[in-house]
């Protein structure tokens, strides 16, 4: 959740708290404890689309990391031994192509990732078959580079989040502001007033109120004046 959203977000869960603490101040004021209900309702579907806001980009994550992992292995297992195979037969800009390490896999990220596995299924392929080709001559199988070239293209794909996750997130964000709004308009229409009308008889619930919905103004960066 933006900053924006979770600055009024905390506000009106510390709003909500105050209400609570001072129950006896409102509590036989019908409209005030229905405005108080609404107000937990509200603050709970903002909790409800933080969450749904959340999981398409933590399963986006998620799935890139393991397709990682896959990758990278994968890669160790094939092209130390394609290289070695090259390194025999004097095919040494082959095997300078193949060349690879561990440290080298990690450090890379993304698209530089899936193109390095590109790069070694191209190498590999075309020296697969023949009686002193790789599949004969090696533990390297037809299958093995196929898997491979399957798995980059997946990760590949994985790079840019899925557009459901786009939308699914873009809902949720539209969803949180819609939320937040009408909690504005029931705390300035409604619950300001009732704290308001008991600055006189409750001073500590009207003094605490106040307190907490002034939290929201720290976090807000001032809107600039368009005649300054």
Not at 90 to 102: D, F, I, N, P, Q
Not at 117 to 135: F, K
Not at 156 to 185: E, K, W, Y
């Amino acid at each position: 959740m933006e900053d924006r959203y979770t600055n009024r977000f905390e506000m009106a869960k510390l709003t909500l708290r105050t209400l609570d603490d001072h129950n006896a101040a409102w509590a036989a004021i019908p409209d005030t404890a229905d405005d108080r209900d609404q107000l937990e309702a509200l603050l709970s579907a903002v909790r409800n689309a933080a969450q749904r806001q959340a999981q398409p980009a933590k399963a986006a994550t998620k799935a890139k990391k393991e397709l990682r992992t896959k990758v990278r292995t994968q890669v160790l297992k094939l092209a130390p031994v394609a290289r070695a195979w090259a390194l025999r037969r004097g095919h040494t800009a082959l095997a300078e192509r193949l060349a690879v390490t561990s440290s080298e896999l990690r450090d890379l990220r993304g698209t530089a990732l899936a193109e390095r596995s590109e790069i070694t299924v191209a190498e590999i392929r075309p020296h697969l078959d023949g009686d002193d080709g790789l599949v004969a001559r090696t533990a390297i199988t037809a299958e093995q580079v196929d898997a491979l070239d399957a798995l980059d293209d997946e990760f590949a794909q994985a790079l840019d989040t899925p557009r459901a996750a786009i939308i699914a997130r873009g809902r949720a964000t539209g969803d949180i502001a819609a939320a937040l709004s009408r909690v504005h308009r029931l705390l300035t229409d409604h619950l300001d007033v009732v704290a308001e009308r008991h600055k006189t008889t409750a001073p500590e619930f009207a003094k605490d109120y106040a307190a907490a919905r002034n939290l929201v103004s720290r976090g807000r960066t001032p809107t600039p004046d368009p005649d300054a």
